[in-house]
DNA sequence: CTGTTAGCGCGTTCAC
DNA sequence: GTGAACGCGCTAACAG
């Protein structure tokens, strides 16, 4: 270094407008394009200093006057939300940079309320929900002025929740074989588990429709032996056993537990999973499992992405289709 | 809704002021602790008042001020470090929050430029780096006057890093059963694969320090297919061989591949993964792997945490010491 | 039309 | 214990 640079000298808009011979709100008013139209010769110089400067406005600043900072929460269930979860955030950062706006992970503790909180105090702009939100916490944050995305038609039918749906093509995947005794695999834990109940209450719904016993709900550690004793603990002597699990790791698991039981797959034992992830496909036997395509997801966020500048009050608003299908594999 | 809640109700801290009858300096100084010491009355008094109103102080104002948010940002590698990832950031948000920090987790883009443009604009107190930023990076940070955890020796040994440690503990668990060509899988996706080149580094070291051969460099996709295609196209007739892989995801893909090829393991494949993950022990054959001890690494980015409230110069400093063992399965 | 003045928003801190 | 000013950007009101 030549002479002790100060760490802090980052331009402000008085520094672009004494470079520009203008004032500093002749400075504001062009840079946000909107405002009066001033002659192109004033426009030039404004952006020519702002661009010398290179002058980055301050978020602090802006977040003081407009009441809300240039962030976009994600709010993500968890670490092994499928590995599709790195191309959503990078996808979601790029449009979000578009905007100007800052993107931000965060994700679900198992306290929401704290969580809540935690997102309350960056005052978003907006908030990406993968599905973890209830429609009270939704409310909070739209009140807070934040744009909850993607926005969900009011009146949903839980029967059209995408996890509902998955634990029903989790029972018919593994009820195409004959009836069996169901079964739902959570993980043990439950902080990484916030879509259990929507596919639970999915498989129930598919069991009732065929006129079978209601499914029991077991918990999967991710470890062999003691998923072996879970397993272990449930099976009957002589009925096979159809597991739909919570995802593809404690499909994973499930199959170790049976193996280590003896029990044959899928003949004894048959297990769906969920994300059809790379992995699962490339263990002996490969799972079966449903995967769910996040396409329309990723456009009707991007969509409404796009919206959030416009405050156009409500435009369409077509439902989210629920989009899964079944890659077929040993397990099932 | 009784009538319209204004959205924005919060209380500044004049609200405060008025309320407990004091001026908003006094509400300020109180409650920042420092200070000149009031009377214990009048501290009751703002506590109360704060309190009652439910009082937060405006992120915006205070960075206004002070030149910097209270954000600290978790710049992690991606999506696949390892499943403790989760453990890592609830550990950090806790202790940050008792810092009164907000954390957010970034996924370093492919883009190093950006991500770290990205990092600036939010002005972080403190950035805990996974270990992807280069010296130089970190100098920016350190320059914006945002603390880098958790901070590293200045001459820091190459040798000393953590992924050199691990590329030579996978060479020394495959040469054990007596010398093999060795090769390094890294995953496809370059983006997914930041520590790739300090392992690779690692294997080479170990090689040469084993009178070897250099080792190849390989890229396995995570699909049947295309992996079993990569593996043979480096397989020689009958050298037996054993791959170092990137985390126990590539080694799973690297296992598959060689039974596709009819190749036994260990005998004619062994394979070594990284990250020792749930998942690797569940499969058949079960992953040999080295383990990561996040501990001593947890807890350094504990205290160098406590240490940016207290701006100590440079307290002791110890180098975390690499800390990685072997979990012994069935493929090395 | 073109551009400026003035004041807000919020917490902090110096000087009295 | 307080008054006043600062940091930074935005915008309504206003003057040339």
Redesign the interface.
Known sequence: MTAETK??KRPTSFDVAKLAGVSRATVSHILNGQGSRFPEETRAKVLKAAGELNY?P????R??VT?R?DILVILVP???FG?N??DL??NV?QRA?AHGL??????A?SNPGETLA?IL???PVAVVDMGILGADEREVLH???AAVIPRIPASEDPTHDINHVIGRTMAKTLLRNGPRQLLYAALLDE??DPFGPGRFEGMKAAARHEGLPEPERIEIP???ER?TTALAAVQAKDAPLAVGCYND?VA??V??AG?ALGLRIPEDLSVVGVDAT??G????PRLTSVRIHNAPLMERIASDLASISHPAPAPPLPAVRADVSVISGETA
Chains 1, 2 share one sequence.
């Open positions: 760490p802090t980055q301050s978020p602090a600043g977040a003081l009441g900072s968890n670490t092994t590995s979860l790195q955030v990078d950062t940079a800052s993107v931000v992970v965060r994700f503790g935690a105090r960056f005052r009140n807070s002025g902080r990484l991710l470890e062999l998923a790791d994973i698991a199959v170790a193996r790379a992995i496909q490339l263990v002996s």
